[in-house]
């Protein structure tokens, strides 16, 4: 078993839905991240977050530590939001490394 | 703006080369990262690096290799490339400490013939 998992593994859209990412990990954490994939290859970060809940633009990345899990929201989805996203966490402990989810591809049509 | 780059987008070599990747980052970073990404499998880190000369093995080092001579600058070494390193490599670097977000680069596609 993975120590990150994430669902769906593919989600399509119609532009305007509300769409939710699901994340679940096994390990403890020291801070969990969000990251965005477009076609192409190059990786952003969206959020990085320890506890609680983060908002920028139509995002909102949620997390619940006793329960250890993360949602990723988007509100009024766009085309443009077509990406993979990526969930990855930082294990308690480890002060750099990374322990990465295999991706969400969303598609977002007219 | 943070910028990582690397030295190609897309890179054809022969089973046997030796093969080098470059990764260079703008915003003297202390800590920088080598990662493949191959279907199903999401992001697997190679080798790590906290300082200059300064190196770690990441989860899958073998058949792999780094140098890190200067704070800049992190290459990955293929000694030997061979078809199953053909994947899409990805460079990142960040501040070292907890509370910082990794950059990355816009990755290199190696195919291996």
């Known amino acids: 078993k993975n120590e990150v998992e994430q669902s769906p593994q593919n989600l399509t859209a119609q532009e305007g839905e509300f769409i939710t990412i699901n994340c679940s990990y096994s390990?403890?954490?020291?801070?969990l991240h969000w990251l965005q994939q477009h076609p192409g290859g190059g990786i952003v970060s969206l959020f990085m977050l320890s506890s609680g809940k983060k908002k920028h633009g139509r995002l909102i990345a949620t997390i619940n530590i006793q329960e250890k899990h993360s949602s990723l929201h988007i509100t009024a989805s766009h085309p443009r939001d077509s990406a993979v996203y990526i969930c990855a966490v930082r294990s308690a402990g480890t002060a750099s490394k990374l322990t990465f989810g295999t991706g969400t591809r969303l598609q977002v049509t007219l | 703006d943070v910028k990582v780059t690397q030295s190609s987008r897309y890179l054809v070599k022969r089973t046997g080369e030796k093969v080098f990747l470059e990764c260079v980052q703008d915003?003297?970073?202390?800590?920088m990262f080598w990662y493949r990404q191959d279907p199903g499998l999401g992001l697997r880190l190679i080798y790590f690096s906290y300082d200059v000369k300064m190196k770690e093995k990441g989860d899958i080092p073998e058949g792999y290799s780094v140098s890190r001579e200067k704070k800049e600058r992190f290459s990955l070494i293929l000694e030997s490339a061979s078809t199953n390193q053909t994947s899409m490599y990805l460079c990142?670097?960040?501040?070292?400490?907890?509370?910082?977000?990794?950059?990355f680069g816009p990755g290199t596609r190696l195919t291996v013939t």
């Open positions: 915003m003297d970073h202390e800590n």
């Open positions: 390990v403890g954490i020291s801070a």
């Open positions: 990142a670097s960040r501040v070292h400490g907890l509370a910082y977000e990794q950059y």
